[in-house]
């Protein structure tokens, strides 16, 4: 099993910054793309900014020159620098992560965090 825990969130003014961080732990042989989604009220789910083992990343348009997707592989954690964030930035930020948990199948499963809320202030 993958155990993924989110931190950073909170409340922040318009304009201001946050830094969300997910620690990926478990019974891991490798992780390809890590990345953070977020859902506000009303809404689906949406991507924000995934990120794979080799460090290429993509980034929805919406924040795209304003948040920064990082990735430390050997501590199996993403970061997600939020600047400049915006009333409509305002949602709960899950992390995700395709985890393979075998040694012998080469097979990648799903993981998601338990989200971390994220509310911008105008």
């Known amino acids: 099993q993958v155990q993924l825990v989110e931190s950073g969130g909170g409340l922040v003014q318009a304009g201001g910054s946050l830094r969300l961080s997910c620690a990926a732990s478990g019974t891991i042989f490798s992780i390809n793309v890590m990345g953070w989604y977020r859902q506000a009220p009303g809404k689906q789910r949406e991507l924000v900014a995934v990120?794979?083992?080799?460090?290429?990343?993509i980034y929805a348009d919406s924040v795209k020159g304003r948040f920064t997707i990082a990735r430390d592989n050997a501590k199996n954690t993403v970061y997600l620098q939020m600047n400049s964030l915006k009333p409509e930035d305002t949602a709960v930020y899950y992390c995700n992560a395709g985890a393979r948990t075998s040694t012998w199948e080469i097979k990648f499963d799903d993981y998601w965090g338990q989200g971390t809320q994220v509310t911008v202030s105008s």
């Open positions: 990120i794979n083992s080799g460090g290429s990343a």
